[in-house]
């Protein structure tokens, strides 16, 4: 079950959300919290239910043991730390995933690293780290959260009308990113990359293409769990922030997946030093940061080069770049444009050879190869066209001052509401005649 199934869109979204909001207990609304986690996992993952319960049960244990214990705390950690990466290594390395185990690995990580820093951030209450791994929204591809943060809206959950109807405009913007846009740029990428021959003018479409479907895709589940969340009376933080307009690979980094750079910040670049020791040593934690990101996405050799990549890249304006001038002038945005798309074939690709391929075609493939451009003119068509272009606008940071103006006032809010509704028949007739891949970043 996706978010922008039948079953969840009909059934499991309007039933649980009615159930939750209505209860007039806490303990109520907490097992409803915990029971539509489970049954939402089980949708997707049946098999997996024990696991995500043994991470409930093993990190409350150890979160427990971390408060009460006078010694062996670290060794405590460690251990526990060590076990919920092997756990993730070996399922990475067998290539069948349990559904979300790259995020409730992280967030229990997170939980047990947090209490041993202070003693306030654990609890006592088994449920509670229940409603920490199991909230549905994030369950499966975040955005990640600590538990302090979450904490509050165990019992208190900010449960409002306007904040209702702000979640459920924001889930349908997600879930018009994921039906419309990124399925349209999705045609296209796909279509380039299952080419055995390629010229350059299909490369640069499928490379540019498939950073349209991932952004949209990530992001448009991103916008959905927080809207869901919204729904729920819970804040979930932003993930992403017009990352192609970035005019450095740092900022890049600190517009995309923002909950996961966090997450490695606080959890293994703060640890190994930062940048308090130095230049060299700032580089070499970078280096292993980026490369612990690209494992994190998977353990074949291309997730590896492409985090690599990008750690390559922010090491030299680490060195190169200390005045943060490259952001302010207008090459850095291509500069920054042209690692990332590259980066994202390294990504996409299904295997080296096949980005070696991709790459050597965007830099010297002149020559049109006439299947090539057969492929591009039959997927081109004006409904093709109109959709990624929306979709390029969509990146820029358009909405927010639009949004900015309107702040407060009625008419504008009842004309979002009104689109909301279009846009929402809109997916609902894709829905009827499409089917659609699962989300990247669950795959993770």
Same mark, same amino acid.
Request: charged letters at 10%; aromatic letters at 24%; glycine letters at 8%.
């Given at each position: 079950m996706t978010f922008y199934s039948p079953v969840f869109l009909f059934a499991f979204l309007p039933v649980t959300a009615v159930l939750y909001r209505s209860a007039r207990s806490d303990s109520l609304r907490r097992a409803i919290w915990v029971l539509s986690g489970l049954a939402f996992y089980a949708f997707g993952d049946i098999r997996h239910v024990p696991l995500l319960l043994a991470f409930c049960a093993l990190h409350y244990g150890v979160g427990r043991f971390l408060r009460t214990a006078k010694k062996g705390k670290k060794p405590a950690l460690f251990a526990?730390?060590?076990f919920d990466l092997a756990v993730l290594f070996f399922y990475k390395s067998k290539g069948a995933l349990p559904l979300g185990i790259s995020v409730f690995t992280f967030q229990a990580i997170s939980y047990v690293a947090d209490v041993y820093q202070n003693l306030e951030n654990g609890t006592n209450d088994f449920w509670e780290v229940c409603q920490y791994l199991t909230f549905f929204p994030q369950l499966t591809a975040g955005p990640f959260a600590k538990f302090g943060a979450l904490r509050p809206y165990f019992t208190r959950p900010e449960l409002s009308w306007d904040d209702g109807a702000k979640g459920i405009r924001r889930f349908v913007c997600g879930l018009t990113k994921k039906l419309v846009l990124s399925a349209a740029a999705a045609k296209l990428s796909d279509a380039m990359f299952a080419l055995v021959q390629i010229d350059a003018l299909g490369a640069w479409l499928g490379a540019i293409s498939?950073?349209?479907?991932?952004?949209?895709?990530?992001?448009?589940?991103?916008d959905m769990a927080i809207g869901l969340g919204l729904l729920f009376g819970v804040r979930l933080p932003e993930n992403f922030n017009y990352p192609y307009t970035a005019g450095s690979v740092t900022e890049f980094w600190r517009r995309w997946h923002i909950s996961l750079s966090h997450w490695f910040r606080d959890y293994l670049?703060?640890?190994?030093?930062? !940048? $308090?020791?130095g230049t060299a040593r700032t580089v070499l934690n970078k280096l292993a940061v980026f490369l612990a990101t690209g494992l994190w996405h998977g353990t074949g050799l291309s997730f590896v080069f492409w985090g690599l990549w990008h750690g390559l890249f922010c090491s030299l304006e680490t060195v190169f770049d200390r005045k943060k001038t490259? !952001? $302010?002038?207008?090459?850095g945005h291509i500069y920054t444009l042209l690692v990332v798309i590259f980066g994202f074939v390294l990504f996409r690709a299904e295997s080296l050879p096949q980005a070696g391929v991709m790459l050597r075609?965007?830099?010297?493939?002149?020559a049109p190869i006439d299947a090539c451009r057969l492929m591009i003119r039959n997927l081109l068509t004006a409904r093709e066209v109109f959709f990624l272009l929306a979709g390029i606008?969509?990146?820029?940071?358009?909405?927010?001052?639009?949004r900015e103006k309107l702040e407060g006032k009625r008419a504008p809010e009842l004309l979002l509401d009104g689109v909301s509704v279009l846009a929402f028949l809109v997916c609902a007739a894709q829905l009827a005649s499409n089917s659609f891949q699962p989300f990247i970043y669950a795959g993770f």
């Open positions: 526990c730390v060590c498939y950073c349209l479907q991932l952004y949209f895709d990530f992001s448009g589940y991103s670049y703060i640890p190994l030093g930062g !940048s $308090r020791k490259l !952001s $302010r002038h207008w090459y075609a965007m830099l010297t493939g002149f606008f969509a990146c820029l940071p358009v909405w927010p001052k639009i």
